[in-house]
């Protein structure tokens, strides 16, 4: 239904204002709704055989996002991202979302509608139609709640606990440019100017949930394990192995980084491993099957970075061969710390802060080249 534009008032006068302009926002047509905005709670009838996936997301004011910052567009589109991003990793196809929005009372109504034409533009991409949520006052700050319905074939779905001893490591896209992106639009030297610095900004203000590609691996059962990067690549890595019951090795040159001349290697290494919210996935591969993965997949390019081991615990080895226990220091909300939407550059750990020297740092004791590890398997050490 195409919607008759008009000068918007400051405000929306009352709810059922609101509700009436949002319901004439959803676009998105789907098959398996059978009643939408309006009543009381939707309705969706899903499908045979299939398993319903379902994920939830914060996106609060003052911690995943900054209003001096993140331009009211990029916030609705980022509070889809999030939940967005994990279906991905379970190779499911979202089909139906669900927002709740607690506005203050100074945000007005330009506001709300940048921020969910944000969302509207990711959830049409996605196939993902608003079927529902909720909105109130908050007397405090801005807080959406998104929550994501998806589905995934029948006992089929990608998991973090699939992992297995020889198993290699891949990882979608370039890690740590959002990180990069934020502490750009924190400078007041950034100007934006440089391609390196437009899309260090926009692949934080606008990530790209990887959910093609996650069906991809799903469909070709290329993935024996899957998680998300929503927290940096050392924590979520930490996440997989642990659920999976395994350990690590991760060769530092392979990792693929963002910032180019915007970032020293151990700058963009740091971002890459602690900056979190890039929303690439992180995913393992049988290596019977490891040569199936192709180098770039839609422009995407699949990196090779490590192989499971049975040891517990993830260490990452540097270009000589030197082996480093990798911390998870990514992102957790339990830790005391600033908020991450807010957190300045400067309080980033600097590079390494999250790697412990092992004992294999020994003369003579060191862990084999990455080239020569990964060459045994018939591949290219950076990608295949």
């Known amino acids: 239904m195409r919607v008759r534009q008009t000068r918007s008032p400051h405000r929306f006068r009352t709810e059922a204002e609101f509700v009436q302009w949002l319901r004439r926002q959803t676009t998105v047509a ?7 905005i309006g009543d009381d709670a939707a309705l969706v009838r899903p499908a045979r055989n299939r398993d319903v996936v379902l994920k939830a997301d914060l996106s609060i004011e003052g911690v995943h996002f900054a209003r001096d910052i993140h331009p009211a567009r990029a916030v609705g589109h980022r509070a889809l991202a999030r939940p967005l991003s994990d279906v991905a990793a379970m190779g499911g196809t979202p089909r139906f979302a669900l927002l709740s929005l607690a506005m203050t009372e100074e945000v007005n109504r330009a506001w709300i509608e940048q921020f969910y034409a944000g969302f509207r533009a990711l959830a049409e991409r996605a196939g993902v139609a608003l079927i529902g949520g909720d909105t109130a006052i908050s007397p405090a700050q801005m807080m959406a709640d998104v929550m994501v319905v998806g589905e995934v074939p029948r006992a089929r779905a990608l998991r973090r606990s699939g992992a297995r001893p ?4 891949f990882v979608t896209g370039r890690l740590g440019a959002s990180a990069l992106g934020l502490r750009l639009l924190r ?13 260090a900004v926009r692949a934080h203000l606008y990530p790209e949930p990887r959910c093609a590609l996650g069906r991809y691996l799903l469909v070709h059962r290329l993935a024996s394990a899957c998680i998300d990067i929503s927290d940096g690549l050392s924590i979520d890595l930490h996440h997989l192995c642990e659920a999976s019951r395994v350990g690590a090795w991760v060769w530092e040159e392979l990792i693929p980084t963002a910032g180019g001349p915007l970032a020293s290697r151990p700058e963009a290494l740091s971002l890459a491993l602690e900056g979190g ?10 290596p019977r099957w490891a040569g199936r993965v192709p180098a770039r997949w839609a422009g995407v390019p699949l990196t090779r970075l490590g192989e499971i081991r049975r040891p517990r615990g993830v260490t990452l080895i540097a270009a000589d061969g030197h082996a480093r226990t990798l911390q998870p220091s990514g992102y957790d909300h339990f830790r005391p710390r600033s908020p991450r939407s807010a957190r300045p550059a400067s309080q980033k750990a600097s590079a390494g802060a999250g790697l412990e020297a092992s004992s294999r740092r020994r003369t003579g004791d060191r862990t084999p080249h990455a080239a020569h590890q990964l060459g045994q398997l018939g591949a290219s050490p950076m990608k295949l």
């Open 30 to 36: 789907a098959r398996a709704l059978r009643l939408g």
């Open 187 to 199: 400078s007041p030297r950034h100007s934006g100017r440089a391609p390196q610095a437009r899309a």
């Open 166 to 169: 020889g198993d290699q490591i």
């Open 277 to 286: 919210e890039d929303y690439e996935l992180l995913f393992t591969v049988p």
